[in-house]
């Protein structure tokens, strides 16, 4: 699936446009179409706070989402504004790829 694509399914599901990091084009195109599909489900799981999160240290009122699938050659990270709106969307490797 192209990485343009992708992006639109989930700013879609989001309900926003949001900032992407890390290597997300370049890792999209590696990814298969179930695990392209997990990651979606997950960014549906993180809209309606189905998916477990964390609060950062550092910034007050940060949430932190972590896709952690079972294949781990891939980590995603959403973050979000606690009550409000998403902000970024983080993919890479994981550390042990890299």
């Known amino acids: ?31 298969d179409d ?13 809209k309606e706070d189905r998916a477990y999160f964390k609060q950062s240290k550092k910034i007050s009122g940060l949430l932190i989402f972590i896709f952690r699938p079972n294949d781990t050659r891939y980590r995603a990270i959403l973050t979000k504004k606690r009550n409000s709106y998403f902000l970024s969307f983080f993919l890479d490797n994981s550390k042990s790829q890299k």
Not at 8 to 24: D, P, T
Not at 25 to 31: L, S
Request: hydrophobic share 45%; net charge negative; with cysteine.
């Open 1 to 31: 699936m192209e990485p343009d694509t992708v992006k639109l399914s989930i700013e879609k599901i989001l309900g926003a446009k949001i900032r992407y990091e890390g290597h997300f084009d370049k890792i999209m195109e590696t990814m």
């Open 34 to 46: 179930n695990m392209i599909n997990a990651l979606l489900q997950w960014a549906k799981d993180c």
